[in-house]
């Protein structure tokens, strides 16, 4: 089992930029692949980024490449996400997710969910 605790998520303005955390306990952090989805109002939650085990290898949704840095630092258990020039559009609630496949696009590809962080984008 593992518990996942994500913060960081806010109010800002189009263009600004915030750091989300996924903050894990439980078994080792550093035996998962994790992800980042967001889930937009009304809608299904989407992949946006992975990362495997020990941080090599990261994945991105097209929209955002260039513009999110998806990391991790298994000495502290925690997985980060940098979001860059944030566009309105990407408002919604930002889960991290922990799983035994990397890079799993699809929600399914991931055993491990925490609660979500409100992110909001005024324009």
């Known amino acids: 089992q593992v518990q996942l605790v994500e913060s960081g998520g806010g109010l800002v303005q189009t263009g600004d930029s915030l750091r989300l955390s996924c903050a894990a306990s439980?078994?080792?952090?550093?035996?998962?692949?994790m992800g980042w989805f967001h889930q937009a109002p009304g809608k299904e939650r989407n992949f946006v980024a992975a990362i495997n085990w020990n941080g090599d290898n990261t994945y991105y949704t097209d929209s955002v490449k260039d513009r999110f840095t998806i990391s991790r630092d298994n000495t502290k258990n925690t997985m980060y996400l940098q979001m860059n020039s944030l566009k309105p559009e990407e408002t919604g609630v930002y889960y991290c997710?922990?799983?035994?496949?990397?890079?799993?696009?699809?929600?399914?590809?991931?055993?491990?969910w925490g609660q979500g962080t409100q992110v909001t984008v005024s324009s």
């Open positions: 439980g078994r080792t952090f550093s035996g998962y692949a």
């Open positions: 997710a922990a799983g035994n496949i990397f890079p799993a696009t699809a929600w399914r590809g991931y055993r491990y």
